[in-house]
């Protein structure tokens, strides 16, 4: 199993900026990539990015291209979501996730960000 503790949430002001950790521990050798996920009151969870531990490369969600940027440190196992920009409708539970080959298979608790307008 794959162990994922999120953090890095808050409160801030529209056009503010936050990074969100995400620390992985357990069997990472099993993860080929990590996403993060977000889930507003009411709505269904989206994709918002992903990266693979392997190469670095990186997805967006539309609505946060050039506004979020996804990292990994992989000698710490942990990823980032540096969020700059910010806006009220950003505001969610931001969950990370490790994905094996096929799908997301193991998630963290969550970490709220909430954007003020």
């Known amino acids: 199993q794959v162990q994922l503790v999120e953090s890095g949430g808050g409160l801030v002001q529209a056009g503010g900026s936050l990074r969100l950790s995400c620390a992985a521990s357990?069997?990472?050798?099993?993860?080929?990539?990590m996403g993060w996920f977000r889930q507003a009151p009411g709505k269904e969870r989206e994709f918002v990015a992903a990266?693979?531990?392997?190469?670095?490369?990186?997805y967006y969600e539309d609505s946060v291209k050039g506004r979020f940027t996804v990292s990994a440190d992989n000698a710490k196992n942990t990823v980032y979501l540096q969020m700059n920009s910010l806006k009220p409708e950003d505001t969610a539970v931001y969950h990370c996730?490790?994905?094996?080959?096929?799908?997301?298979?193991?998630w963290g608790q969550g970490t709220q960000v909430t954007v003020s307008s």
């Open positions: 990266i693979t531990w392997s190469g670095g490369s990186t």
């Open positions: 357990g069997r990472i050798s099993s993860s080929y990539a």
């Open positions: 996730a490790s994905r094996g080959l096929q799908r997301y298979e193991y």
